[in-house]
């Protein structure tokens, strides 16, 4: 079982950027594919990005491809994503989750793939 908190959410101007944090518990964090979500008010939840264990394949969804990154670092046991361009239509609460089902192998862009989830963290982006 791994705990998840997010960090590094915030208040930005469009067309800037922010660095999320996902920390993970436990010792097993490499075991885990990591992704994160999106939910925006009366909105569903929404896929963002995914990173298998060894950071060997990404999958990110249309509207982030090409400013958005996801990566993690398996010896601090934390995921990132790196959010450039932002758009006033990025703004959500934003949560990590991680799925173990495949040894961390397998990527997958719903929700229910994944049996862990942080708290969220809000991104706010002003016009």
């Known amino acids: 079982q791994v705990q998840l908190v997010e960090s590094g959410g915030g208040l930005v101007q469009a067309g800037g950027s922010l660095r999320l944090s996902c920390a993970g518990s436990g010792r097993t964090f490499s075991n885990y594919a990591m992704a994160w979500f999106r939910q925006a008010p009366g909105n569903e939840r929404e896929f963002v990005a995914a990173?298998?264990?060894?950071?060997?394949?990404?999958l990110y969804a249309d509207s982030v491809k090409g400013r958005f990154t996801i990566s993690r670092d398996n010896a601090k046991n934390t995921a990132y994503l790196q959010m450039n361009s932002l758009k006033p239509e990025d703004t959500a609460v934003y949560s990590c989750?991680?799925?173990?089902?495949?040894?961390?192998?397998?990527?997958?862009?719903?929700?229910?793939?994944?049996?862990?989830w942080g708290q969220g963290t809000q991104v706010t982006v002003s016009s």
């Open positions: 990173i298998s264990w060894n950071s060997g394949y990404t």
């Open positions: 989750a991680a799925d173990q089902s495949s040894r961390g192998i397998n990527l997958s862009r719903t929700v229910d793939f994944y049996d862990y």
